[in-house]
């Protein structure tokens, strides 16, 4: 009498790639989380008024009644750190899309009609892209002034030719395949050879983009917040309370600088790590 075996079942173990992307999007969610959920927390009482100062205490280390300790000029820092999270997705938000709204066409456009007009606008993003982020960004909000619009109007500038030159070269490389070569010669109109074909092609890779340059973002309003160039200062945002921790710190007083700190960079790493996930995931369809 013969036994077969029956084949063992295979553990599915995620992918690296997979276990960054999830890793991510866990940091990011709860982040957003925070941020939706920050003035209901203040109105159950939970949390104190962020732009409230406190008459007292005033520099009082982290223990069970302020959990990350207050500030010189009596803010709650726990609260400010979290409401600040507010302020940075609605920045990051905007300036994004604003810079995706804005790239994405010109990058079809761009490829598809080639000529003086790729070469003016390829150009012209080229200068722009030369130029460093944090210090683009730095001029525009002189320009411009401090706001939440205005804050993602400076941030967004230097996005731009990112989301342009990513969907200008993969247009370039697509225009020229049979399918689009059948839409033309059946009598589609360039807008619906770029809409309705083009598109979905090139659109693939943004989300990456979109993530990555999202992470930056965070990086670059903090340093226009810790120059006094981004938000107003009665809005709670990381750059500016780590620069109102600036006098504290030679004094001992670590805790007004360590939390927005490991807040900021805390979004940074969640939104890379969601990135580099999405990135290694489009690399391997692409393959497939």
């Known amino acids: ?4 075996k029956l084949p063992l079942k295979r553990s599915f173990r995620p992918s690296l790639s997979m276990q960054l992307m999830f890793a991510g999007a866990i940091i990011t969610i709860s982040f957003i989380l925070i941020a939706v959920f920050a003035p209901v927390f203040q109105s159950w009482g939970w949390l104190q008024n962020p732009t409230e100062s406190l008459s007292n205490p005033i520099h009082q ?3 069970k009644d302020y959990w990350f300790g207050t500030t010189r000029q009596g803010y709650d ?3 400010r750190t979290l409401f600040a999270s507010q302020a940075a997705l609605k920045v990051v938000l905007l300036a994004t899309t604003l810079s995706l709204i804005i790239g994405v066409p010109l990058g079809l456009i761009s490829g598809y009609l080639g000529g003086k007009i790729d070469k003016m606008l390829l150009f012209l993003m080229d200068t722009v892209y030369t130029l460093p982020g944090l210090l683009l960004s730095v001029t525009l909000a002189f320009v411009v002034g401090k706001g939440v619009l205005n804050a993602a109007i400076a941030l ?3 996005y731009v030719p990112q989301y342009y030159r990513v969907v200008r070269n993969h247009t370039t490389s697509v225009k020229t395949e049979l399918f689009i070569e059948a839409a033309k010669a059946m009598g589609a109109s ?3 050879v770029l809409s309705r074909y083009l598109f979905g092609h090139v659109i693939q890779s943004v989300p990456v983009l979109f993530t990555l340059n999202a992470a930056d ?7 226009l917040g810790f120059l006094g160039l981004g938000l107003p200062e009665e809005v709670p945002e990381w750059g500016h309370d780590l620069h109102l921790a600036l006098d504290a710190l030679p004094t001992g007083i670590w805790w007004t600088a360590l939390f927005p700190g490991l807040a900021m960079t805390g979004m940074v790493i969640g939104l890379s790590l969601l990135g580099e996930g999405l990135s290694e995931v489009f690399r391997g369809r692409g393959r497939g």
């Open 1 to 4: 009498m013969t036994t077969t």
């Open 61 to 63: 280390a982290p223990g």
């Open 77 to 79: 820092v726990f609260s």
């Open 156 to 158: 967004s500038i230097s």
């Open 190 to 192: 360039p807008t619906r």
């Open 217 to 223: 973002a965070i990086l670059v309003l903090g340093g």
